[in-house]
């Protein structure tokens, strides 16, 4: 079973900070990792894709990707309430498969 | 680009009855997957199209799910006989696989509810 894996929190943040959001991946074959915003009652609405080691920085947000350690993260700088959502990590496996295997999502409260 | 459409946005059907969802992918995108999702969990992929083809299930996928792609263009998820466990958010989304990287955007959804 290729699992992605998310602390469900609710991570709370004051408003200004850095929030982090985790997740770890257990397919050592997988390339492509994403991290998806989801507002209650909505669909996914994606944030940022990486695809190779390291960091990818896009605005306020930088994802960070460790294949070795199969972990990536996502650095949300300067929080705002509109970013109170649950973040979706999403991972396609290797081996030829092509749907996305998703967590299950943390929820983020940012505090004004 | 209006992005990925779906419909009926909400469904409310009595366990027993067939449904069907529709999915508009955005244009000139050849890949249109299938997702549903429940409450508090991640969306779990169901199945996926490369154009016309479908050449992906998840096991999720029972007997009572069928999902078509006639022309390539929109697709249909039926699923018949409903059962009050079908109750979910069915997603889809399209991509167009460009250099090795491909990402996925995801439709409004479809929200569906078994009595």
């Known amino acids: 079973q290729k699992e992605v894996e998310q602390n469900s929190g609710p991570l709370s943040v004051p408003e200004g900070a850095i929030a982090s959001l985790n997740c770890t991946y257990s397919d050592r074959g997988s390339q492509s990792f994403f991290w998806y915003r989801q507002y209650s009652g909505k669909s996914p609405e994606l944030i940022m894709s990486?695809?190779?080691?390291g960091d990818k920085e896009d605005g306020r947000f930088t994802a960070q990707l460790n294949k070795a350690s199969q972990y990536v993260s996502l650095l949300i700088r300067d929080s705002q309430p509109s970013d109170s959502a649950t973040y979706l990590c999403a991972v396609k496996p290797g081996g030829g498969a092509d749907g996305l295997t998703f967590g299950k999502g943390t929820h983020l409260i940012i505090q004004p | 680009d209006t992005g990925v459409s779906q419909n009926p946005r909400h469904k409310i059907t009595k366990r027993g009855q067939n449904v069907t969802f529709r999915c508009d992918p955005i244009?000139?995108?050849?890949?249109l997957y299938w997702y549903r999702q429940t409450l508090g969990q991640g969306p779990e992929f169901l199945t996926y199209?490369?154009?016309?083809?479908?050449?992906?299930k998840s096991r999720l996928l029972s007997d009572r799910f069928s999902a078509e792609r006639p022309k390539g263009s929109f697709s249909t998820l039926e699923i018949q006989r409903t059962e009050q466990g079908d109750s979910a958010m069915y997603l889809c989304?399209?991509?167009?696989?460009?250099?090795?990287?491909?990402?996925?955007?995801f439709g409004p959804g479809t929200r569906l509810l078994v009595l």
């Open positions: 989304a399209s991509s167009l696989p460009l250099g090795g990287q491909e990402t996925q955007y």
């Open positions: 199209f490369q154009n016309e083809a479908q050449l992906e």
């Open positions: 244009s000139e995108h050849n890949r």
């Open positions: 990486i695809y190779s080691n």
